[in-house]
């Protein structure tokens, strides 16, 4: 049986920040990935892309979500995409994965979910500022990606990183091998 891997796209997401990550999950047979919107319509990215989803936050079976990714964008800051707090919230109640990178980062932060588990975002000031019920500093780690239990976390500069913490959280790759990916894309080295 294939994970389900949910990746939630809105107008402005911030394309480059998955894009490390949806590829390999895609070629591999263990794994589905799923993009989602609110309402099932094209979403125009950051960069200009336009993508339609697979389904709607509607469509989305709850229970089947294994791991629900979310990519940053303003909409997070103009505290836009509250259509997903049920799901956010059921995730993290299962303790079933959540990646989220960049602002959406804020969304977590906003609902509690960052307040007793390592983490990081662009910034400890910048998260308090767009999430002033936030009341996890005292975990905050000022790095590029952290994963704690079942929940992961990455400054936007981060998506190399986010993949594969990822990677890493999905047994998608063993430790080594996603050592060298990451050294691959990170640093242009291959070590065969």
Not at 99 to 123: Q, R
């Amino acid at each position: 049986m294939k994970a389900n891997i949910y990746v939630f796209l809105f107008d402005g997401f911030s394309d480059w920040e998955i894009a490390y990550l949806t590829p390999e999950i895609k070629k591999n047979e263990k794994f589905k990935l799923i993009y989602f919107s609110k309402n099932g319509n094209p979403v125009l990215s950051m960069g200009g892309l336009r993508v339609t989803p697979d389904i709607s936050l509607e469509d989305v079976v709850i229970d089947e979500v294994d791991m629900l990714v979310l990519p940053g964008g303003a909409a997070w800051e103009n505290d836009e995409n509250n259509e997903i707090e049920h799901l956010v919230k059921h995730q993290f109640a299962s303790r079933k994965g959540i990646a989220a990178i960049c602002a959406a980062t804020t969304y977590l932060g906003k609902h509690g979910v960052l307040d007793n588990l390592k983490h990081t975002s662009n910034d400890l000031n910048y998260l308090k500022e767009i999430a002033p019920q936030y009341l996890g500093e005292k975990n905050y780690i000022n790095t590029l990606a952290v994963t704690d239990e079942h929940v992961i976390t990455a400054n936007g500069i981060a998506p190399i990183e986010f993949a594969k913490e990822i990677f890493i959280k999905l047994k998608l790759y063993d430790l080594d091998t996603a050592e060298k990916w990451f050294q691959l894309f990170k640093n242009g080295v291959w070590t065969g």
